[in-house]
């Protein structure tokens, strides 16, 4: 997912080890690298060593649309320009502080493990609150940002690339 950018859930295929057994992996460039070339090097790796053969994939996948419903009546504006950042409060709540809404359509990508568009068209930084329960399934999720922040999650159909395996093998030993 690292070396190609993607989430867990861009990915499918590959033989049924791989989502059980785990390797270590060490590796060191040569020289100074960007990014872009560890994600290649990586690339280069997972292609020599478990023999990663894969293709992309258009597809038509669910995907939710976060948008203001009406007043958003949980945000409260930061101006401070301080880093966002996540903390769990004292009665298990999620706070979030200086957050502007594409990083929460990222945040909430992550819990609903599908994508999340941002159209809110709230500019800015916000602080605000979730209450979630600690394995919320979707609807749950939904709700507690209708409920909690007078925003809305609405699911619809977009086209989004996916990473299909075709075909790996476990490597050796070095």
């Known amino acids: 997912m ?7 859930w861009q990915v499918s295929g590959g033989p049924g080890w791989m989502n059980s057994e ?70 298990g709540q999620v706070v979030f502080h200086s957050f502007p809404m594409a990083q929460l359509a990222r945040y909430l990508s992550l819990r609903l493990r599908r994508d999340v568009t941002d159209k809110t068209m709230l500019a800015g930084s916000y602080d605000f609150e979730l209450l979630l329960a600690a394995e919320t399934p979707s609807p749950d999720i939904t709700d507690a940002v209708q409920d909690q922040l007078g925003l809305r999650l609405q699911m619809q159909k977009a086209s989004s690339d996916t990473l299909l395996i075709d075909a790996a093998a476990q490597p050796s030993e070095n």
């Open 22 to 91: 785990y390797f270590d992996i060490e590796a060191k460039p040569e020289r100074p690298a960007s990014r872009e070339q560890i994600f290649q090097m990586l690339q280069s790796l997972l292609s020599d060593r478990f023999q990663l053969k894969l293709h992309k994939e258009t597809r038509e996948v669910p995907v939710y649309v976060l948008a203001a419903s009406g007043k958003a009546y949980g945000l409260h504006e930061n101006p401070s320009g301080d880093s966002p950042r996540v903390e769990k409060g004292e009665k």
């Open 2 to 8: 690292m070396a190609y950018g993607v989430a867990d």
